[in-house]
């Protein structure tokens, strides 16, 4: 039996599992390091892609290693640029969309996701994504901006459309530290 409940990386991937499955065309908005890239190369199987951004050279070259040791690099397609301009990459409808917003772990910590600019990447994301499809954030308060990007997003999820969209936010309520926040958006079938 688990000991505690799931955290909420964990979490986010445990929803990706549940809705997201083999032969799927997802994005990575943020690469970062390259484990969510590699988590969803994992779970689209061979005749699935993935389309992971990040603006960072360094951050494009460490889940290209990443991936390349796993080889799993043919199921990933990745571009070095601003996910706010995911549309000029992509037209096809997507399964699935992740975020893992803030610095790059071991980075530049000045270089983060910012609340305007997240907000247009999702609005995009959420116009590609299929009825049945599905958005995952893993947004932090804790460094200088989080807090803001947390509450623009806070805000424009909450308005969604219910007949066409489900939110779900999956938060600690009580903890001394700011663990990170999960939103997750699905988008309904029909809708
Ligand atoms: C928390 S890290 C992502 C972690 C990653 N998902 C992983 O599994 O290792 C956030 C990343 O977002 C990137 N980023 C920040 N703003 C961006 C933007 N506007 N477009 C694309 N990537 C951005 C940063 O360069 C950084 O690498």
């Given at each position: 039996?688990?000991?505690?409940?799931?955290?909420?990386?964990?979490?986010?991937?445990?929803?990706?599992?549940?809705?997201?499955?083999?032969?799927?065309?997802?994005?990575?908005?943020?690469?970062?390091?390259?484990?969510?890239?590699?988590?969803?190369?994992?779970?689209?199987?061979?005749?699935?892609?993935?389309?992971a951004f990040d603006r960072q050279k360094v951050a494009i070259e460490t889940t290209k290693a990443r991936l390349e040791k796993?080889?799993?690099?043919?199921?990933?397609?990745?571009?070095?640029?601003?996910?706010?301009?995911?549309?000029?990459?992509?037209?096809?409808?997507?399964?699935?969309?992740?975020?893992?917003?803030?610095?790059?772990?071991?980075?530049?910590?000045?270089?983060?996701?910012?609340?305007?600019?997240?907000?247009?990447?999702?609005?995009?994301?959420?116009?590609?994504?299929?009825?049945?499809?599905?958005?995952v954030i893993v947004a932090y308060a804790g460094h200088p901006g989080g807090k803001e990007?947390?509450?623009?997003?806070?805000?424009?999820?909450?308005?969604?459309?219910?007949?066409?969209?489900?939110?779900?936010?999956?938060?600690?309520?009580?903890?001394?530290?700011?663990?990170?926040?999960?939103?997750?958006?699905?988008?309904?079938?029909?809708?």
């Amino acid at each position: 039996m688990r000991r505690g409940f799931t955290p909420p990386v964990a979490f986010s991937h445990l929803l990706l599992t549940e809705h997201i499955g083999a032969g799927a065309l997802v994005v990575d908005a943020t690469a970062g390091n390259g484990f969510d890239t590699l988590f969803l190369a994992e779970l689209i199987g061979e005749t699935g892609q993935v389309i992971a951004f990040d603006r960072q050279k360094v951050a494009i070259e460490t889940t290209k290693a990443r991936l390349e040791k796993c080889r799993l690099l043919n199921r990933v397609k990745l571009i070095h640029d601003d996910h706010q301009k995911i549309r000029d990459y992509i037209s096809k409808p997507i399964d699935g969309i992740v975020f893992n917003l803030g610095y790059l772990p071991g980075g530049d910590q000045g270089i983060i996701t910012t609340g305007p600019s997240t907000l247009k990447a999702v609005v995009a994301g959420l116009q590609l994504l299929k009825s049945g499809g599905l958005m995952v954030i893993v947004a932090y308060a804790g460094h200088p901006g989080g807090k803001e990007e947390l509450t623009t997003l806070l805000g424009f999820l909450q308005g969604l459309d219910g007949k066409l969209f489900n939110v779900l936010h999956y938060h600690f309520l009580n903890q001394q530290k700011t663990p990170p926040q999960v939103l997750a958006v699905k988008k309904r079938v029909g809708g």
